[in-house]
């Protein structure tokens, strides 16, 4: 986690840091800070708490410099406080870095400065980087940052500033993401693209142990070995409004609303003549003997949904593991296993090493990320991006449904392959796939019902959400998203295991969120509504059903998908705008809840 930003240029470096650290909040918000580099001498600022903290500090301490780095801290290694924050400067104040990851080698190389009389003032892992540039520097900046990078054990994106070298700015990562912008008025280094959109969408990303040296006119790479590196900038298709919140309050509003956009780019992708297009086609389901999910979080839900989706349409075995169980459990996996990773980020540290561990024990590898460029995205074999563009609120909506719109057309492809679906049953469940789009759209006409439910709920102490089959699928989502945003307690059950101990919890007044959009199941559903009624329980039923009516304790969110196997897009939608608006009425902090970051690049 944490976000890095650094730019050498012609503009005052000061707004355009704090600028893309609000970009970069989501990564971590525990403290923030920055250091300049102004004739020939190293300033830092920082603080705990909040990026207005900073602002506020700097309008005490104000700083002015062309060349400068700056940094977001989600706390692995010491707790939120200013001295924990970052930049880090060597003891001699010649040198500073930010840096994201974790330094595992960070007591050892500590103890062996200390015993040279080296004085640390952080209980951070961090701070080792620059005492450990200051011990090594002879002048030559690049030459320490290699020395330095040979010393640590761990993964890092780092940024470093050198007093003796006041034109340059030096970036090196391994294991964690930093991409390089190039503009017109200077250069950036930061941890993901939307702290430099406004700037540039020329962006060079860094592979493992490179080294970029940014001046104010020119950006040179370089091997680990100092040869010259050449590299060609892409053009990133993501516009700086839509890193913006447009008008709205939070962005994890703007980007619910944005669904039926993102669906609509989404589905076209796969679909002839769209980008994602030729690598889905091309993978031959032939090839495989079975289908393994990975993911972490609000991804691995959606896997549980392929599961569901995938069997069912395909008759396959599928199975959906969480990536941080996968990467140890050591899979029963070969060369006749596609697997499958999912993820918004694209370097989420489990969703990462379960790729390799797949790829380790060689299996195919399919992809399905947001951000183009990503470790995630390069390293596997087949990628398909979701469109759903920048997601900056940290409880993740629109990537979410980006996610399953490219697994239901994965779902089809795959049916295709193995001969399950004739041509016009493909045709159809295409067609009903492109209506969903705008039944998506149709369901925020009833936003005020979500809104004057919520309004109620605010005070539950635990709010439990049933499902069966994909419906239980998406309870898990439902409950993950108010847990996230609204810390209010939430348990998601398949609704045949609730009588196996939950049920017990159930009590006068307490919540229950079931979901029945599948037919076959609804009667099931059904009287687990009936049993949590009678145990004096009140209820908000999602179904697709008409055969339920509303009493004082049971109230109603019609579903209407095009077709069954589509309502999990719909139900979803309805759950994230339940959260939402409990967290609001709560006065919580929507677009960053505590202790969360967006990615998660820790294990
Ligand atoms: C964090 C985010 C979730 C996300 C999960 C996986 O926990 O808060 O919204 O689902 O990481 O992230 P990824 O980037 O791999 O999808």
Known sequence: MCGIIGYVGTEDTVPIILEGLKKLEYRGYDSAGLAILDRGAVSVVKQKGRLTALEEALRQN??????????????????????????????????????????????????????????????????????????YHRGDIMDTVIRVTNALEGSYALGFLCADDPDKLIAVRKDNPLIIGLSDGGNFIASDVPAVLKHTNKICYLEDREIAVLEKDRVTFYSRDREVIHKTPETISWNFESAEKGGYKHFMFKEIMEQPRVLRDTIRSALPGGTNHAVIEALDIGRYS?????????????????????ERLCRFPVTADLASEFRYRDAVIDARTLVIVISQSGETADSIAALREA??????????????????????????????GPEIAVATTKAFSAQLALLYLLAVRFARGLGRVTPPEEAALLADLEELPDQAEALFAHVDRIQQYAATCFNCKSIFFIGRNVDYAIALEGSLKLKEISYIHSEAYAG???????????????????????????????????????????????TSSGETEETDCLSLLPIRPVSEWLAPSLSVIWLQLFSYYVAVYKGCDIDKPRNLAKSVTVE
């Open 359 to 388: 790829k380790r024990k060689g299996a195919d590898t399919l992809a399905i990320v947001n951000v183009v460029g990503s470790t995630i995205a390069k390293e596997a074999d087949h990628t398909v991006y979701t469109m759903a």
């Open 496 to 542: 045949g295991e609730l009588k196996h101990g939950t049920i017990s919890l159930i009590e006068e007044g307490t919540l229950v969120v079931a979901i029945a959009c599948t037919e076959r199941l609804y009667g099931k559903t059904a009287s687990n509504v009936e049993q949590v009624l009678s145990r004096g329980a009140r209820v908000l039923f999602l």
């Open 62 to 135: 104000p700083l002015t410099g062309h060349i400068g780095i700056g940094h977001t801290r989600w706390a692995t290694h010491g707790e939120p406080s200013d001295t924990n924050s970052h930049p880090h400067l060597g003891s001699q104040r010649k040198i500073a870095i930010v840096h994201n990851g974790i330094i595992e080698n960070h007591r050892y190389l500590r103890e062996t400065l200390e015993r040279k009389g080296v004085v640390f003032h952080s209980e951070t892992d961090s701070e080792i980087v620059a005492q450990l540039a200051e011990y």
């Open 290 to 310: 079975q289908i393994f999910f990975t993911a972490c979080g609000s991804a691995y839900n959606v896997s549980m949904v392929g599961k569901y989706v995938l």
